[in-house]
């Protein structure tokens, strides 16, 4: 079985995941995080690196036009009726 991969747009991000060591910036980091980098941690997730232009899940959390729109609901296999 395939492990899931969590496509992330932000280094910072990943390098919080990847690397467990604490620093005095990151203490209040909110727990899903260590709950990430654990599971990292043990293989039964991949955290990549992923553009922002290409994070399909802008469709479903910003505004976007019409064209953005329109494309991400093509990648997704959404079909728009109009």
């Not at 280094?11 to 990847?18: E, H, R, W």
């Not at 043990?42 to 290409?54: D, L, P």
């Not at 019409?66 to 296999?77: M, N, S």
């Amino acid at each position: 079985m395939s492990k899931p991969v969590l496509r992330v747009d932000n280094k910072s991000a990943i390098s919080l995941v990847k690397n467990p060591v604490h620093h005095d910036r990151s203490k209040h980091i909110d727990l899903r995080f260590h709950l990430i980098r654990e599971y990292a941690h043990t293989g039964q997730i991949e955290v990549k690196f992923i553009s922002t232009k290409e994070q399909l899940g802008d469709i479903l959390t910003k505004p976007l036009g019409k064209v953005k729109f329109l494309e991400l609901c093509t990648k997704i296999c959404l079909q728009v009726v109009q």
